[in-house]
Each structure stands twice: as C-alpha cells, then as structure tokens.
C-alpha cells in the first residue's frame, strides 16, 4: 500500500471510529500529519481523496470539517454514475431499481403515516388533471420519492433517488403523451396507492413490481427506437454526383 493509500486509509478510520465525529473540524496540517504518523504531502492528499468522497468538506479561509455523513452525501458517486448512463447502461440502472423499489414500497406500507399517504393522494388527484409531458413526468418522479421516504430508511432512499436519473432524462426524450401508456400508468399508480393506503405490504411489493417491469418495458422502447433512428440517420444512402451531359 502506498503513502497515500495508507493516509487515507488512517484518516477514514478516525472518521469511522468517531474521532472525527460529523460537523467536527479537521486539526491544522502539521498536527494532523503527526497524528496520523505520516508526511504532511501525504496528508494533503488523503484530504483531497476524502473530499472528494464527500467524507470531508472544505470551507474556505475556515477549514476543512467532515461532513454531515448523511446517506445523501456519501451516496453522490452512485448518483453521478447514473446519470453518465447511457443505452443499455440505463436498463441495467432500471434493474437495480426493479430489485430495490418493490421492497421499499413494501416497507412504506408498513411505515407510511397516514398524513404522508394523504400527501400522495393529492398528488396523484393533480396527476390525473395534468396533460403536459414535462409536468406529469416531474409528478411522477415525486410519487415515487413519497413512497421510498414513507419506507423510513434513509439508505435506501438515497440509493433509488440517486438510480432515477437515467429514467427521467430517457422519458425527457420523448415528450409526447402515448394515451395508452398515460392510462396505464395512472391505473398502476392507484394500484400502488390503494396497497399502501390498505396496509397490504404484499400487494404494495406486487403492485410496484408490475409498475416498474412496466416502465422497464417501455423504456427498452424508448432506447430502440433512438438507436434505429440514429441507425438509419447514418446509413441512408447518398446521391451519386449529377454528370454534366
């Protein structure tokens, strides 16, 4: 293990261990190099790496503190890796979403309050009187936040809201209302809301579990069609050069 390695490892573990509590203010350079038994250069490093983990945050002209620690925070990397993904890397984002989504709805239901419920009936009351791609896709994303953070595990919902980006920007792509597809989604959307309203935790894990094959179907649409148009964008056939008789 290199230097830096073993810096970073060092400064992580009095993180870790409570050391360094979240909020708490980093020692000086040199007092800090000396506690962690290494070179002031390599220290500086581990700094680096660490805030860029979100780990450590730095406050100009005040210092650098450990952050908050919060899923959110630590959780970014996953978040910028998904909206980098593209094509086929976007469904392989719907199926962790597939795996995990269901079982949190499970839990909401099993944890949701009634006042969070009522929120989610107003919003879905709104949906059904909104005809504007951009709007109804923004509601829906909002539904799906609801019922994760109704599942009361912060983990979690930092996870699925950071895997829903690539889904948003494919929809983005095509913002014409498929009528069928409205409907569907809205039926689904009730299905899931009447499991959690019931406190079904089974029926809420099936209904999401259909709503988001559902979505995964539609999105492998969404994608072909985009990759046959830039197919055939790129293959037609040009025009010989007129001869001049």
């Not at 409570?18 to 000086?28: E, I, K, T, V, Y």
């Not at 509601?139 to 595990?153: K, M, P, S, W």
Request: charged share 30%.
């Amino acid at each position: 293990m290199g230097l830096t390695d073993t810096a970073i490892e060092r400064l992580r573990a009095l993180i870790v261990n409570g050391d360094l509590s979240p909020g708490a203010r980093l020692p000086p350079e040199q007092q800090l190099a000396a506690q962690l038994g290494i070179s002031r250069g390599s220290t500086r490093e581990a700094v680096k790496a660490l805030t860029h983990a979100r780990m450590l945050s730095v406050k100009r002209g005040d210092g650098t503190y450990v952050t908050s620690l919060e899923p959110d925070e630590l959780l970014h990397g996953i978040t910028l890796a998904a909206e980098l993904a593209r094509n086929e890397t976007v469904l392989d984002v719907l199926e962790v979403r597939r795996l995990l989504e269901p079982g949190a709805t499970r839990l909401a239901a099993e944890r949701i309050s009634d006042g969070e419920l009522d929120e989610i009936a107003t919003l879905l009351t709104v949906m059904d009187d909104t005809h504007d791609p951009q709007d109804f896709i923004k509601l829906d994303v909002e539904f799906h936040n609801r019922i994760v953070e109704g599942a009361g595990n912060a983990w979690l919902t930092a996870v699925l809201r950071g895997l829903s980006e690539p889904t948003i920007r494919a929809r983005r792509e095509r913002l014409t209302f498929d009528l069928q597809v409205e409907e569907l989604t809205r039926a689904q959307h009730r299905d899931i809301y009447t499991a959690l309203r019931e406190r079904d935790s089974a029926l809420a894990e099936a209904a999401a579990l259909a709503h988001i094959c559902s979505v995964q179907r539609g999105l492998r649409t969404i994608l072909l069609d985009n990759d046959n148009t830039h197919h055939n964008n790129n293959h037609r056939p040009t025009l010989a050069p007129r001869k001049d008789t």
